[in-house]
Each structure stands twice: as structure tokens, then as C-alpha cells.
């Protein structure tokens, strides 16, 4: 195939394929990558991404994609399985609808990162925008994981319904970690804060909590992995001075109407 | 002080000189009105007046009437607006109703009148000749481009774009499992695969069990996402991105908690007793960029498959619906302000929207005036009740029409507007096993069968009268109607003639 170097990283026998995304439309783009994968490739290496939209959108395999460049909005959308890992910020809409599957960002993303995802894990080391993890949701054993390592804009976790959210805020800057409206129609899940937050900063669904000992234990792991993958040191964050957003009430608006 | 203010709306009497004491009757009402204290009793003040005691009562014994209670007239506070008022203030909250819009507007459908060929342009006996009803939905080419291969044969060049073939210009609207049961889901999707046509899941997801039904069924994807992954997503013939419903524009959904048990929670891919909470905008989508966005994510993750739109019927539809068109789609289902619903606020199902009537003729003028017509199909929705309102919405510009409470009475519902409650005794719009469990998918389909074959042939004999033989001709032939009791400007937003011009 055009523009395709094939590599194999023997000490692990992991079919690699390498492509030059340089100057291709995103739907030749993700045809390149379906046929690869269908040609047995496990690891996909795209170089020179410009903002191509929709990579790894919709797929079902077990295939892990490693982008150097800057991908478009809509990365991961409606994806089941695979695992991204981007070399760079990323754009809106990671992770959208997504079912299962990895994504890591080792930079900033923008808005609308996981939005109604359902399952799966996506790590951002640096910022996110505004409406990050609305309408999470959890489903049976899948529970939908984003940990941002940067400070998150408005309307984060907004009518979460489940899955964790967990911002650590170690941006540069000095700006608040989180924005205005956090958690507002929280119903479900869990959003975890590295430190405490104005009130005036949330919505009127949720409260504050101190993170108890099994949140201990769960954001140790979860710092462990997000660390492993998007290579920040989390040495000096301390999961015992984290707070938890909690929604008040599993049915927020359940008295709104009258027959 | 009286805990309630409301008298029953309805008075069940039982003739106890008929009752053979069966207990039927206690067993078919979803709503509790019947008991059996020595004989059968009936607490009035729980009627809805959905009939399933009447329809199954052996002996004809029950009688519905309304409650003859005479309220003090009043010409501008009608007894509507005041038990609004009493419950209210009673509980404060916002007035939840069920199905479509109940309210007296002008309709305007039954304002306009067909024409027919008399004398100087025959008619079309269409016994005698074949009549087309087929209708393909999605884009079509701006013009077709014809070469000629080596023999001489014509062929056509460049691509067309995918399009779904139905075999009659009605498809079942977006009825989601939870609003309704799975059983009045399988009626449909059984019905839409015998007639050639389409169903859409609303937006809870697809039931294991409908997956072989999936050629003739859209998935929606709708704000809350619920039941959305890409099994889903690529196993219907075309996605639909619901915006908005006619019966509530503008806001997102509440399916409460207790409507979602096992199976419903399954397909929505939520837990158990949990509201299912729609946000009223996606929260992907704040432009037509960002529509144009989610439209070509759902075409990558489904290799290109038709993406229709779906809105409400608002004041600026015509604008709305051109930028649909330019962001990619290749459907725009327009929904009325009749459109039915599960579950609405009051004031929004009969104060917010417009009719069908006119949105389809302002889509259809906006999308000819700016020569962007052939990239949309245009299905219409909320408010078709009969064979007549499809010739004419057809007429006035729609691909084809969409039929949500037309199937559901067909397959019993009484319009009661109680489907919110959960109970419904007909078995459609309630998860109540020991109700869901009444309405036969094998009966309802042959009823919804029966009802678009008989409509087709009431189109077919129309077309006939008017010297059409394809369902094509008739689109956007607006020439072919006129209108009667219709004020000057709305003749001319319709782009009808009042008759005898
Ligand atoms: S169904 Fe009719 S006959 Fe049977 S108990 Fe009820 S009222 Fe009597
Ligand atoms: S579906 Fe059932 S509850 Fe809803 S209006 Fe019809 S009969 Fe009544």
C-alpha cells in the first residue's frame, strides 16, 4: 500500500505498520487503517497527522494506533476496543460515544472530550476544554475512566450519569482546576478533584466529599497507569487531600412534574 | 381541607343485572379502577377512558361516560385551564401529558382539497395500469450523467450515493423501547419487513431480538447516547440523529426510573432504575459545523450508511433544514407539532412548534430555491392520520410520510395520553409484563400491515384521479391542491391556491 513501511517489533512479534498521513483526506486516511487491520497489522504508526477528523472512529479491534501529529475532532468516536495514543494535544471530541478502548493524549485536548462514553479508559496529560465527560455513563462492569493531569474548563462531569472523572490539575498555570458548573445534573458516577473547590463552582446536583479510603486506593492505580502512559510525574500528588463530587440524588429531577 | 380538588373526568358504571362476576375486567384495566368486593366495583376517579374493559367485557356490562358535572362556564377559563390550576396547587410541578397535541388548532390538512382530471385530461384507472409507490430516500444527483460504452449501451458515470428503497412512501416513526413495549416494537419491525419499509428505534436502543428485522430499520442517536456503540450503529439501514420531536421541541427527554427494568436497561446500556436523562441539545452539536461533525463521524463508523436528521417543527425550519442539507444529510425527518410522544410537559406539546403542513412547504420551497432540493429526502411526520393527509403532505413537497400514533391505534391505543403513566392497558406504552404481554407482535403486524396496505391503495386510486402514475409525480406538486378556509398568507406560505383560482 502507498506510503506504508512495514516494521515488526520482534521482541514482542507485533505486526507494525507505519503511514505517512501527510496530505490525506481523512476518509482515505481511515480506509488505509481499516485495511491494515484487516491485513493482520496490530500496531498502526500514523506520522505527520495535520488535523485528519475521525481516526479510529467506529472501529471494533484490538489494534493499537500511535499518532504523531495532531488529530482532528471526533478521535475514537463510537470506538470499541482499540487503544490511541497520541504524541501531541488533540483536538474536540475525543473519545466521543466511545464503548471501549484507550486513548492517551500526551498534550492538551480541547472540548467535548468522552461525551457519553460508556466504557474505557482516556488519559489526558495536560488541559482539557469546556463539557468534558458529560453524560458519562456506566453500564453492568463497565465503567468509563478520564483523568486529566492538567485543569478542566467549564461544564465538566455535566449529567454524568456514571464512571469516574479525575482532574489533578497540574497545569502550569494558576487558574482554577476546574470551571463554573461542574457536575451540573450529576446523577451518577464519581468526579474526584486534587484539591478542594469553591462551591460557587458546582452545580446545585452534586456535593462535596472527602475521599475516603477505597478512593484512595482506586486513584493510586488510576495514577499509576495515567502516569505509565502519558509519562507525567504524579510523584507529588497525594490522593489522601483529594475531594469527591457525588450527586445528591440518582433522580435529580424526579419531582419536576405533576399528572 | 379535601386532599383533591378534581372530580373524575370519567363515570365507569357497571350494569350489575349483566355482570357475570368474570373479573375481566380487573384484570385488563392497567389503570386499578376494578375491584371485586361481592360484586364488580369501579373507582371512576382512576378512568383514563382507554376502553379495554369495554372492548373485553363478555357480557357488555361496563359504560364509559364522561362526568356529565357541570362546571360554571366561562368563555376564556375552560375546564381545562382550571384543573391545571387545582393540580398545580396541589403539587407543584409541571403538567406531564402523553401521545400529541389535543389542543383545537386550525388543521390544516382538512383545509385542503385534492384535485382530479375530468374531461380534458384523462384519468388513470389504476386497476388497469400499475400505479409506483416506490420511493427511494437519500441523495440523489445534482443531474445524471450518461455515457455510452462501446455498444452503445447507456451507462451511468460517477457514483450515486447510497439510497434506501421502500416499496410505499410510509415509514413507522421513532418509537424507542421504554416509551413502548417490545412487543409493540416487534409488531412494527415484523409489519415494516412485510411491507417494505422502515421502522426507527427512537432513541433506547435495539433489542437483541429486532436485530434480524435490521434491514428495514434506522438506529437513532439521540443527545443521551443511550444503547450507542458501533454493533448498533451498523446494524440498521441509516442512522438518524434526533435534534429534536415535534411533541417537544427544544427540550430533552426524562425516562424515569421505573420504566427501566432489566431488559430496558439492557438495550439502553444503563443500569437498572436509574432515569434515563436526555440532555435537550447534544452536547456535541451547538452548529451546523458541529451537526456536520457528528453526521460524518456516523457515516465513517458505519461505512457511509444514509444519516437522517431529525428536528421538530420550529419557527425557522426552512433555514435549519437548508444548513442540514449543506452539513451532509441525506435525509431530514421533519416532525410536527402533532407528533406524538411517550412523556411531554403540557405546555410544550400544545404551545410549542408549528404544523407539519407548513414546515413541509417552506423545506421544500427553501431547499428548490436554492437548487440544494435533490440532496434530501424528506420524510414527514406528526400529524399523519389517514391516506388523505399522506397524498397531500406528499403534495405539498415530502419524499414520504411517518406514522407513529396512526400504528399505534391501529394496534389499540384510544389516545387516552396516559402513556407516561406506564400503565397502558392496550400493552404498547408500558414494561408491566402482565400488560406487555396482551399485545401479539404476530397481531399488531398484520393489523399494521392491513392498515398501510389499505392506505396504499387509497393512494394508488387518488393518483389515479389525478392522472399520475408514480408517487414522484406527485411530489412537490403543489399545483394539485387547493385550499379552502385558509387565510391569505397561509395560502401563500403553503404556495396553494384557494379553490375555484
Ligand atoms: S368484565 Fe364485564 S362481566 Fe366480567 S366482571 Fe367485569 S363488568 Fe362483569
Ligand atoms: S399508547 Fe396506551 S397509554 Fe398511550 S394513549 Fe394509547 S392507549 Fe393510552
Redesign the pocket.
Known sequence: MDGVRQASRSEEEVKVAELDARGIHYKELNEKIRSLIESGYEEIVLNGVNGQRYIGDGLVHNVRIVINGVPGNDLGAFMDGPRIVVNDNAQDGVGNTMNSGVIVVRGHAGDVIGYGMRSGKIFIRDDVGYRTGIHMKSYREQVPVIVVGGRAGDFLGEYMAGGIIVVLGLSSDSKDLVGHYTGTGMHGGVIYLAEEIDESKLGSEVRIFQADKTDIERLNALLAEFSDLTGLDVSKVDPRSFVKLLPVSHRPYGNMYVY | MPDRFLPSEFIVN???Q?????????L?CGFGV?D?QNM?T?DSSKCVACHR?VV???????TITRNPLAFREHASWDVGLRKAIWKQAQSPGMILTGMGNDKPWLNIFDHLLIDACQVTNPSIDPLREPMELRTYLGRKPARLEIEYDSQGKPVLRGAVENNIMINVPIIFSGMSYGSISLNAQRAIAIAAERLGTLMNTGEGGLHEELYPYANHIIVQCASGRFGVHSKYLNAGVAVEIKIGQGAKPGIGGHLPGEKIGREVSGTRMIPQGTDALSPAPHHDIYSIEDLRQLIYALKEATGYKPVSVKIATVHNVAAIASGIARAGADMIYLDGFRGGTGASPAIVRDHVGIPIEIAIAVVDEQLRSEGIRNMVSIIAAGGIRSSADVVKAIALGADAVAIGTAALVAMGCRLCQKCYTGNCSWGIATQRPELTSRLDPDWGAERLVNLVNSWSLEVKEVLGALGINAIESLRGNRDRLRSLGLDPATNEVLGVRPAGM
Open positions: 357497571v350494569d350489575h349483566r355482570c357475570r362476576r368474570c373479573k375481566r375486567c380487573i385488563n376494578f371485586f364488580t369501579a374493559c373485553f367485557c363478555p357480557e357488555e356490562a361496563i
